[in-house]
């Protein structure tokens, strides 16, 4: 099970995993159900109160609005 920093790192080199995330993010938005499905995709255990901190978080890293 990877960690969500580990998935950042991941994101800096792996170039399929930054077209899934440019995709999912292409309209500059993410739904919950998109968040969580991506994350288990990824077998990421993320919690349900943890969602709004990692969305902040990918805000900050620029993957959406």
């Known amino acids: 099970m990877a960690t969500v920093e580990e998935l950042v790192q991941q994101y800096q080199t792996d170039k399929a ?7 999912i993010t292409a309209d500059g938005k993410v739904t919950i159900s998109e968040f ?9 255990k993320i919690s349900l109160s943890d969602i709004p901190k990692y969305m ?10």
């Not at 995993?17 to 995709?23: F, Y």
């Not at 969580?36 to 990421?44: E, L, Q, R, S, Y």
């Open 17 to 23: 995993l930054q077209d899934e995330v440019a995709a």
């Open 36 to 44: 969580i499905a991506f994350a288990k995709k990824h077998d990421v």
């Open 56 to 65: 902040e978080q990918a805000k900050q890293l620029g993957f959406i609005k």
